[in-house]
Nanobody
Framework: HVQLVESGGGSVQAGGSLRLSCAFD????????MAWFRQYPGKQREGVAY???????TYAKSVKGRFTISKDNAQNTQFLQMNSLKVEDTAMYYC?????WGRGTQVTVS
């Protein structure tokens, strides 16, 4: 049973950066697709960034060129580096893998 724990959220001014982390347990297969989603109040979760087992990455148009997803299997951690943050990036961010969600971490940009 996969467990995911996000961290790294917080408050930042527009134009700033944050790095989110998602710790996953050692039983998570190294070749699974992992992703970051975000959710605005009252809205459905939307995909932000994906990383496949071979390292291929995919981004939503709204974050392409500003966000970078990566994974360190040795540390059992997935990352989302967020640069040039905008007010509209304010949301709850969730890590996802194998149909499992983390609890989320709040990002607030003002």
């Amino acid at each position: 049973h996969v467990q995911l724990v996000e961290s790294g959220g917080g408050s930042v001014q527009a134009g700033g950066s944050l790095r989110l982390s998602c710790a996953f347990d050692a039983y998570t297969p190294a070749n699974v697709r992992m992703a970051w989603f975000r959710q605005y109040p009252g809205k459905q979760r939307e995909g932000v960034a994906y990383i496949d087992g071979d390292g291929t990455t995919t981004y939503a148009k709204s974050v392409k060129g500003r966000f970078t997803i990566s994974k360190d299997n040795a540390q059992n951690t997935q990352f989302l580096q967020m640069n040039s943050l905008k007010v509209e990036d304010t949301a709850m961010y969730y890590c996802r893998a194998l149909g499992v969600w983390g609890r989320g971490t709040q990002v607030t940009v003002s």
